[in-house]
């Protein structure tokens, strides 16, 4: 275990006296999370939806009144559906709703028709959730019809673009290690680094612990100081009420180590299998490339096929584990299902990675 | 009778790379304290013997044994006992010289005092001792090769492998690497040694073997492998004419102990070449013209001419 560390060492002296590397690693994370926290803080844009209510019951008139009570939508009408098509059509409104006689909380899905432009993504997931929420809200416990009257409280809405672009970003800085495990590896490898200490007693796993045990140091340097970045341009985890978040900030470091492992795992296959550092890192980036955009990183995927191919990519579940944690307060054990995914996910990854490796270096 | 130790046995050891044999069913013996030299052109085998007796690579047929080790299954235990220069200089540049040293001695886990006071003292003496606390990226090449010879030596290895120590280096350089190895040699260090400068293999080596196309062809001390081609002098000449003619009527002069042709040159060994050199010329010049001439002293870049028809370095 010492050779680990003494290995461990020294790769962390590689990688912090090597500038360009540093900034790589570190400096382009805190310059995404500072170009992405500029770009969506501040109060959030009123998005502009329009409606038809073909309905002239109590229920459909409260749907629009609390839509309307959400900051981020402003309810527009129109009297017919070709007018509410022709302003979509010129961007002027970005959602529509279609509300048909007869609706009712329960049978909204039936009654009501809803299109969003999906070229926004932003817009598309802010006015996606919100309408989603208020409408099972009112599903879930719906009101006789003759004592129907809207909730004393504003139903509460947590979707925030912020927070979802920061957890993207949060697990991309991780997902940048594949590039960082496997340059570094290939280098040694390329340069005789690696045939040089195989002459000493060190075995190929210290070697490979060594790698892991820095690799995890440099993510947990990112995580933190990304971290810190998002806080300082205006993110904050939300929770319930009162609920003291700590649990679940360490909760996201703990995830973003588990991925950290994972990526590392990913990048020991690829280094394994390159014949040399520039062919390491050209396929680092075809891997890295359609992780960040098919797992969720800062947009969900749309297509069924995809979404199913997403779970290939270990920052699926991290994302799905963290954006529930921090956005969504959402208590860690009840993200298990992900957390078991990303663990076992990481756990074969490491040991597939050490094995393809000790195979190819023999 | 004493009996004599082996650091180092093969036994038909073989590599193959595909089709290609790199390394053909060598045999050899490297005893205890000796500094073997293996000598041969670029690509005949030198490293990849090398990398099999390190551990590296493994044999594809035959074995070796490393301090009575066996390169197949005891690796472990061979790689506690040996130092290794490689043939290209392999360091970190982004760590000092000082790191790069002990970085080696701590995966051979020596005890940090002791590490400390080896580190100090081969710096001094191999005179990087000023600059051991800068980044190697700001070294010289010839910097880094002293400090590659130092880092096969930090954890003082019975038995150390020398891949080309010398490639690449300026003669001053070159000298004090010599220097340095003679210096092993007097500790009784066994030293294993490739290199494709015959005048290297000569002054250092006690025994020598040639390979050629991944098979040795010749093994022996650098005096007895010049008795081999005939001890005399090397005479050099340009010569533009009949060469077959010339070759055939040297070979009738008695003293005459070899003749071969490189380029547009005939090299001739001849026993007391100094006194009959006039007669040599003249023979040469019934069959063409004979231009500048050199004169020295028989070497292993004669053996291998002999034994190959091919200079080393061609």
């Not at chain 2, 390169?71 to 040996?82: A, G, N």
Request: net charge neutral; proline share 4%; aromatic share 8%.
């Amino acid at each position: 275990m010492t050779i680990a560390v003494d290995l461990a060492v020294k790769n962390l002296k590689t990688i912090f006296r090597d500038k360009v590397y540093l900034f790589f690693l570190l400096g382009m994370p805190i310059m995404m999370m500072l170009l992405v926290g500029l770009a969506f803080r501040g109060d959030a844009t009123a998005y502009s939806v329009g409606y038809v209510n073909n309905d002239t019951g109590p229920f459909s008139q409260q749907f629009i009144t609390l839509l309307d009570n959400v900051d981020i939508l402003r309810m527009i009408s129109f009297s017919d559906v070709s007018s509410l098509e022709n302003a979509f059509r010129q961007g002027s409104i970005v959602a529509g709703l279609i509300i048909d006689e007869g609706y009712n909380p329960v049978t909204a899905n039936e009654t009501v028709t809803f299109f969003v432009d999906e070229s926004s993504v932003s817009a598309s997931m802010a006015i996606k959730s919100t309408v989603t929420t208020i409408s099972s809200a009112l599903a879930g416990s719906p009101p006789p019809k003759e004592y129907w009257k809207p909730p004393d409280e504003p139903i509460s809405v947590e979707f925030n673009i912020l927070n979802f672009m920061v957890v993207g970003t949060l697990t991309y800085a991780v997902s940048i290690i594949i590039f960082s495990v496997t340059g570094s590896i290939a280098k040694e490898r390329d340069k005789g680094l690696f045939s040089r200490l195989r002459t000493t007693p060190m075995s190929t796993m210290d070697f490979l612990t060594g790698s892991l045990m820095s690799q995890l140091v440099v993510s947990l340097l990112q995580t933190i100081s990304v971290f810190a970045v998002s806080y300082l341009v205006g993110f904050r985890p939300i929770g319930a009420t009162g609920m003291d978040m700590t649990v679940n900030i360490l909760a996201a470091f703990v995830v973003a180590m588990i991925l950290a492992v994972a990526c590392v795992g990913v990048g020991l296959v690829i280094a394994a299998f390159a014949k040399n550092e520039d062919q390491a890192v050209g396929v680092s980036w075809f891997v890295i490339i359609p992780m960040m955009f098919l797992s969720g990183t800062w947009w969900e995927p749309q297509d069924p096929a995809m979404k199913t191919i997403s779970w290939v990519f270990p920052t699926s579940y991290a994302n799905k584990a963290v954006r529930a944690i921090l956005a969504r307060g959402a208590p860690l054990l009840s993200m298990s299902s992900y957390l078991i995914g990303l663990a076992v996910y990481a756990a074969i990854a490491f040991v597939v990675g050490v094995a393809i490796f000790r195979k190819k270096t023999m | 009778m004493k009996q004599i130790q082996y650091a180092i046995e093969a036994t038909d050891l073989t590599r193959k790379f595909g089709d290609l044999v790199a390394v053909d069913h060598i045999n050899f013996k490297v005893e205890e304290g000796e500094l073997w030299g293996l000598l041969g052109p670029n690509g005949a085998g030198k490293t990849t013997t090398v990398k099999m007796l390190c551990g590296l690579l493994s044999p594809t047929d035959g074995t070796a044994t490393v301090g009575g080790q066996d390169v197949r299954k005891s690796v472990d235990e061979i790689r506690r006992l040996i130092g290794v220069c490689p043939q290209e200089p392999t360091v970190y540049e982004r760590l000092t010289g000082r790191e790069n040293v002990k970085l080696i001695g701590q995966m051979h886990k020596m005890p940090k005092a002791e590490l400390k006071k080896k580190t100090d003292e081969l710096l001094e003496k191999i005179g990087l001792a000023e600059r051991a606390d800068d980044q190697v990226i700001t070294y010289s090449g010839g910097m880094k090769r002293r400090l590659d010879l130092i880092m096969a030596l930090v954890h003082d290895p019975s038995l150390l492998f020398l891949d080309e120590p010398t490639l690449g280096l300026d003669p001053a350089v070159r000298r004090a690497v010599w220097d340095f190895i003679l210096e092993l040699k007097e500790r009784k260090k066994t030293v294993v040694m490739t290199t494709h400068y015959m005048e290297e293999a000569d002054e250092l080596c006690d025994r020598v073997a040639i390979i050629d196309y991944g098979k040795i062809i010749e093994e022996g001390s650098p005096e007895k492998l010049k008795e081999k081609v005939g001890r005399g002098d090397r005479i050099e000449m340009e010569f533009s004419g009949n060469t077959e003619t010339a070759i055939e009527q040297l070979k009738r002069l008695k003293f005459v102990k070899t003749v071969a042709t490189v380029e547009n040159r005939l090299v001739v060994v001849a026993e007391a070449g100094v006194l009959r050199l006039g007669e040599i010329i003249k023979t040469a010049s019934r069959a063409g013209t004979v231009g500048k001439t050199s004169l020295s002293e028989n070497t292993l870049e004669d053996v291998f001419l002999h034994l190959t028809g091919r200079r080393l370095r061609e």
